[in-house]
């Protein structure tokens, strides 16, 4: 009988047997690769199983056959992203691969994934050992570099670094570390708590591709963060990015069936291969359990550059996904420089230099973006040289940069006088009385605009017109008396009216009554005791022309009067304007009064002047006006004398007035006609005979007097005041205000 090894060997090849005996001892034949013998059979293919107990049946010669099963075989996939870590899945997030991570004893030490110990959010490789490793009784951790295992091949030689952390359940354990056929072993001391830990681990074309880690003595060791690289510097753990791909099996001698080609964003893929560097490409026939590596190759982009109103040369270039743009054109635009030049955006995104990485997967446009090349300031003007303000106002002034492409256009604004006016970013604020500098500077070139400010008091005006009734008056030295009237300043419209006069019933009396006086008004009563005239008419309605004479009044002097001021006041009201129509300043309510001042008991001399108190109930300042066909003269009386204003012309009749800062409640102004010293508002001989009265010391007169009738500016009253008060009222010299 004779024995087939059916592709295997066998020894001995024949055997002696008798019929109708058994087969006795058969040999078992061996043979390469993973195989396992089934037995021996009548036939190479089928037949019946013959073994030792089996009955010789046959009457001749005779071969039996072996018959084999092929093991099973696992190819293991690898999308091979990372070029940088050349353990695999050391992130050990999936299931611990043996083909990878294994134990070449497992009654010394065993590997599992721990995910209750991690470190930096990565699970750990617990290492459990029995007792002390040594060579043979160690670890396996397979890596992608090139072994020097297998026909032909030659390992590669490359200075390499490892970096892991760990920590050890026992003081003191050392963990011993070495290539595959290298006879040297590197050591590191573990610390019971999480450390970092660096082994160079130089590779030499004799060394293969597993490292083969043990530890010197029983204990748990827990690995994290394991990465292989090149160079002599370890540097931040990046584990492969992917893990593996979905593998394959296949029974010893056929064939893998490879699943679909894996995709990457940014490259292309060029097959599977027995190494990570892509020398040796896959045969998918089963002849054991294999890795297998995909190769990928960088994609081509085109970059279009956007000069972004400039030029460029070329107008695209061609990109490498993962490499570097390289050299990048430098675009021109008249009048800018490029600021760093290229950008992912147009405006803002990130800027792209010849080594920044390209990450886009795709055709994609970079932008160039500009700086304005310096243009200096030449001058710089405001649309404003003179301001006029009341104190508390404001108003922005506007500062115009020449040339207009300047490139800093910023500027600084300074006042000379923070008291009277300030200023923010153009706009001025009035302060307080007085004048100041407001200039602007600009930052570029020092250049400056000046704007002067003038700031007056703030306070209401006191207008000539706007007052719908006026008081008139006069005064009659030889009857001492003193006439008011009541005239329409402008037309008014009076309904259920009500007019009152009050004056000091002490002092004087009031007669003539219905002189001038309309019919209206003829109701008009008089209460001796208190010294009002009240009366109210029956007609609605009623409308009354400008200056017209609503009522006139003579107060006479019943006795030798004391020198000094004594005050009546006239007002109307009615049903539309209950809280009194006449006598009201525009923005300021006042009392309107006139006095009649005695300027000597000896003389008997009265004289009714228009005084208006301001009605303020703290001290205050501001301007007024005033309009007239004469020249007046305005004086103010704060109870210890009279001060002129000066006046500032608006126009040819109207002039303005500024109050003093002292101005209280207590305060006067008297508004006389210049040159007129009997109050009647003409110019005539009768003023320059009493100035000349005065002059000779016939009669006496006060500080108003020589205000209002000083022509000469000598502060006397002399009889060339009398001479040039006579030339004014005959019209041979002009009078100014």
């Known amino acids: 009988m004779s024995f087939n090894a059916n592709g295997g060997s066998v020894s001995p090849t024949s055997k002696v047997v008798e019929c109708k005996s058994t087969y006795g001892t058969l040999p078992t034949p061996s043979r390469t690769g993973n195989y396992s013998f089934d037995g021996w059979y009548t036939a190479a293919s089928g037949g019946s199983k013959v073994t030792a107990a089996t009955t010789v049946t046959t009457t001749s010669n005779h071969t039996l056959y072996a018959h084999w099963t092929p093991g099973q075989n696992t190819l293991f996939l690898y999308n091979n992203y990372s070029g940088k870590n050349y353990f695999y899945d050391s992130d050990f997030n999936s299931s611990l691969s043996e083909f990878c991570w294994t134990t070449r004893d497992s009654s010394v030490a065993t590997l599992e994934i721990d995910r209750s110990q991690t470190y930096g959010g990565y699970n750990s490789l617990k290492v459990t050992n029995a007792s002390a490793g040594s060579s043979g009784k160690d670890l396996i951790f397979r890596t992608k570099t090139q072994g020097n295992t297998g026909e032909g091949f030659v390992g590669d030689n490359r200075s390499m670094i490892l970096s892991f952390w760990a920590k050890s359940s026992q003081s003191g354990t050392k963990m011993y570390i070495r290539w595959g056929y290298e006879s040297e072993y590197r050591n590191v001391t573990l610390s019971t708590s999480w450390q970092k830990y660096t082994v160079s681990m130089d590779k030499t074309a004799d060394f ?24 002599t510097s370890a540097t931040e753990f990046v584990p492969e990015t992917s893990g593996s791909y979905t593998g394959a099996t296949g029974q010893y001698g056929g064939n893998f069936t490879l699943p679909d080609d894996p995709t990457r964003s940014g490259y292309t893929f060029d097959g599977w291969y027995l190494e990570a560097s892509g020398k040796t490409k896959l045969n998918t026939k089963v002849e054991g359990s294999i890795c297998a590596f995909a190769r990928w190759t960088a994609a081509k982009y085109t970059v279009t550059l956007n000069p972004s109103e400039g030029s460029v040369s070329p107008t695209s270039i061609t990109v490498t996904y993962g490499g570097v743009y390289g050299n990048l054109p430098t675009p021109t635009r008249k009048g800018y420089t490029c600021a760093g030049c290229w950008y992912t955006a147009a405006s803002g995104g990130t800027q792209v230099t010849p080594s920044t990485e390209v990450t886009t997967a795709g055709n994609h446009t970079l932008y160039a973006h500009w700086t304005l090349d310096n243009v200096p300031v030449e001058g710089v003007s405001l649309n404003k040289t003179a301001l006029t303000l009341t104190a508390g106002a404001s108003e922005t002034l506007s500062a115009t940069i020449t040339p207009d492409n300047a490139t800093n256009k910023a500027v600084t604004w300074t006042t000379s006088d923070a008291s009277v006016a300030t200023v923010s970013d153009g706009t001025v604020t009035a302060i307080g009385a007085g004048t100041a500098t407001i200039t602007v500077t600009t930052a570029d070139g020092n250049k400056t605009a000046a704007c002067a400010v003038t700031v007056s008091p703030a306070g209401g005006d006191i207008p000539a017109s706007n007052t719908p009734l006026k008081l008139v008056s006069s005064y009659n030295k030889s009857t001492k008396t003193a006439t ?88 109307v009201k009615d049903a539309s304007n209950e809280e009194g129509t006449p006598l009201e300043w525009k923005g300021k309510s006042v009392n309107g009064a006139l006095t009649v001042s005695v300027l000597s008991a000896d003389s008997f ?26 020249p007046c003269i305005v004086l103010y009386s704060d109870g210890t004398g009279y001060r002129k204003l000066a006046a500032t012309p608006i126009d040819g009749s109207t002039y303005s007035y500024i109050l003093p800062d002292d101005c209280d409640a207590s305060a006067k102004i008297v508004i006389a006609v210049k040159a007129d010293f009997n109050g009647d508002g003409e110019i005539s001989s009768t003023d320059a005979l009493q100035v000349l009265r005065c002059a000779a010391g016939n009669r006496t007169y006060d500080a108003a007097d020589v205000l209002i009738c000083d022509i000469n500016g000598d502060g006397e009253l002399t009889s060339t005041d009398t001479l040039q008060i006579l030339r004014i009222a005959v019209g041979l010299r002009a009078l100014s205000w």
């Open 208 to 231: 293969n591709d597993c490292m083969h880690p043990y530890f010197d003595r029983a204990g748990t060791v827990w690995l994290c963060q394991l990465q292989l690289e090149d160079g």
């Open 605 to 630: 001399d009265c004289r009714a002047s228009a005084y208006y108190t301001l009605d303020y109930t703290a001290p205050a300042a501001g301007d007024f006006t005033i309009t007239a066909e004469l």
């Open 484 to 571: 008011v009237s009541l005239v329409t300043a402008e037309t008014i419209v009076l309904s259920n009216y009500d007019v009152s006069l009050t004056w000091d019933n002490a002092v004087f009396t009031l007669s003539d009554m219905a002189n001038g006086q309309p019919s209206y008004f003829s109701n008009f009563q008089k209460n001796k005791s208190t010294g009002m005239i009240s009366a109210a008419s029956g007609g609605d309605n009623v409308t009354v022309a400008a200056n017209e004479t609503l009522a006139t009044y003579t107060l006479t002097t019943a006795n030798v009067l004391a020198s000094g001021d004594y005050q009546f006041s006239l007002s």
